[in-house]
């Protein structure tokens, strides 16, 4: 797993945990892609550029950096990129803090 401050690091930034939020609770697939809608768990860029009323280059940084501790899949297609939140993680994350905390 990565390290659990990195990890703790992504997460203490509201704009990522929002994602992450939206990740979860997503019933938004992509808007501009045919043939795309409905078809995956995963949610595109163009919906969080639209939700989060950030530029793609600003929502690419922050996906990054999920991306980058694991707690998000990247699936690229085409120009498009979509994401979906590594459940696997984010329990192995929870898992280490109640471990290190004694919980």
Same mark, same amino acid.
């Given at each position: 797993?990565?390290?659990?401050?990195?990890?703790?690091?992504?997460?203490?930034? !509201?704009?990522?945990?929002?994602?992450?939020?939206?990740?979860?609770?997503?019933?938004?697939?992509?808007?501009?892609? !045919?043939?795309?809608?409905?078809?995956?768990?995963?949610?595109?860029?163009?919906?969080?550029?639209?939700?989060?009323?950030?530029?793609?280059?600003?929502?690419?940084?922050?996906?990054?950096?999920?991306?980058?501790?694991?707690?998000?899949?990247?699936? !690229?297609?085409?120009?498009?990129?979509?994401?979906?939140?590594?459940?696997?993680?984010?329990?192995?994350?929870?898992?280490?803090?109640?471990?290190?905390?004694?919980?």
């Amino acid at each position: 797993m990565k390290d659990t401050t990195s990890i703790a690091k992504a997460l203490g930034d !509201p704009i990522r945990y929002r994602i992450l939020r939206m990740l979860a609770e997503s019933e938004n697939k992509c808007c501009s892609i !045919p043939g795309v809608d409905g078809q995956s768990d995963a949610v595109c860029n163009c919906v969080l550029m639209k939700e989060l009323d950030m530029i793609q280059s600003r929502v690419s940084y922050h996906m990054k950096e999920l991306v980058e501790t694991g707690l998000v899949i990247e699936k !690229p297609l085409g120009r498009w990129k979509f994401y979906s939140i590594n459940y696997d993680t984010m329990r192995e994350f929870l898992n280490q803090l109640k471990e290190e905390f004694d919980l």
